[in-house]
């Protein structure tokens, strides 16, 4: 079965533009979690969406947002880009409840 | 004060010894536990999970957990080369693993 998979795997913007992130989860799974990873520190939560609701939601701006399709594939959108959103951006997804998470290989994300 | 603290490392150990990775939480609500180890350049990967006191082995891994010291370790054995990663501690507040909150990971390097 394929694993989680995210695209585009790399992408530049400059600042002030948008940008949207693409997941596809796990089939099956149910549970999508965006997440932030700044070099040389952990995993940042961001959102995540469960039967195409939002379950939660981390320490972000609203220029952040996200949202959960029907057949539970998931975009996360960025707006008005800042340097400091540089990062690896990560998707997991989860069958839910006592379920683990499996991450994608992620995208990495440059503001010049 | 970070939510999860993991020893700030980076740790070393030579091949077939007993690699020890320590991680305390603030949250006394988390009930979900996890250690992810990343390769460099990479997503994390799922190796454990534990959600009740006690000690779980999983082959060369244990994990170890004591709620009320708000404490979780991970414990190594027979170190190999390709342990050599950084690890990472994880805490959700529920039983899904999807809203977890992530240390900054502990490098750890296993010398032939």
């Known amino acids: 079965d394929a694993g989680v998979t995210q695209s585009p795997t790399h992408l530049i913007k400059t600042r002030g533009q948008q940008v949207t992130l693409r997941c596809s989860p796990i089939?099956?799974?149910?549970?999508v979690s965006w997440y932030q990873q700044v070099l040389g520190q952990g995993p940042q939560f961001i959102f995540q969406?469960?039967?195409?609701?939002?379950?939660g939601r981390g320490n972000f701006p609203d220029r952040f947002s996200a949202r959960q399709f029907p057949n539970y594939s998931s975009e996360l959108n960025v707006n008005a880009l800042l340097l400091g959103d540089s990062a690896l951006y990560l998707c997991?997804?989860?069958?839910?409840?006592?379920?683990?998470?499996?991450f994608g290989d992620g995208t990495r994300l440059s503001i010049l | 004060q970070k939510e999860v603290e993991q020893n700030s490392g980076p740790l070393s150990v030579p091949e077939g010894a007993i690699a020890s990775l320590n991680c305390t939480y603030s949250?006394?609500?988390?009930?979900?536990f996890f250690w992810y180890r990343q390769y460099s350049g990479k997503s994390p990967e799922l190796i454990m999970s534990?959600?009740?006191?006690g000690d779980k082995e999983d082959g060369r891994f244990t994990a170890q957990l004591n709620k009320a010291s708000q404490y979780v370790s991970l414990l190594i054995r027979d170190s190999q080369p390709s342990d050599s990663a950084t690890y990472l501690c994880?805490?959700?507040?529920?039983?899904?693993?999807?809203?977890?909150?992530f240390g900054d990971g502990t490098t750890l390097t296993v010398k032939p």
């Open positions: 997991a997804s989860s069958l839910g409840e006592w379920a683990p998470q499996h």
């Open positions: 089939s099956g799974h149910k549970s």
């Open positions: 969406y469960y039967e195409k609701e939002e379950r």
């Open positions: 949250d006394r609500g988390s009930q979900s």
């Open positions: 534990i959600y009740s006191n």
């Open positions: 994880a805490a959700s507040p529920n039983t899904n693993a999807g809203k977890s909150t």
